[in-house]
């Protein structure tokens, strides 16, 4: 069983930075593809980010060349690195680090963290 927990979210002006962090234990970390999703209130939870074991990233259009994903592996924690923040960034922040096993692919969640973006 893979535990999740995300950290860094909080209360940021427009144009402000926050970096996210995703702790992921009970696996071997390096192996894990992860992915940041977002959900803002009253909206269905989409994708942000996300990046292979091999370190390949891929972003939404909303969060191109303002966002950052990555990974360091020696710490089992990933991370989103997001710049020039716009009140739409404001959302619930959640990490899903996907294992793959001998039965496929299994996706584990953390809880969220909270990013506001309010003058």
Same mark, same amino acid.
């Given at each position: 069983q893979v %535990?999740?927990?995300e950290s860094g979210g909080g209360l940021v002006q427009p144009g402000g930075?926050?970096?996210l962090s995703c702790a992921a234990s009970g696996g071997i970390f390096s192996r894990f593809a992860m992915g940041w999703y977002? %959900?803002?209130p009253g909206k269905q939870r989409e994708l942000v980010a996300t990046i292979t074991s091999g370190g390949v990233t891929n972003y939404a259009d909303s969060v191109?060349?303002?966002f950052t994903i990555s990974r360091d592996n020696a710490k089992n924690t990933g991370y989103l690195q997001m710049n020039s923040l716009k009140p739409e960034d404001t959302a619930v922040y959640y990490c899903k680090i996907t294992q793959t096993s001998w039965s496929g692919p299994e996706d584990y969640w953390g809880e969220g963290t909270l990013v506001t973006v309010s003058s």
């Open positions: %535990q999740v927990a930075s926050l970096r977002r %959900q803002a191109k060349d303002r």
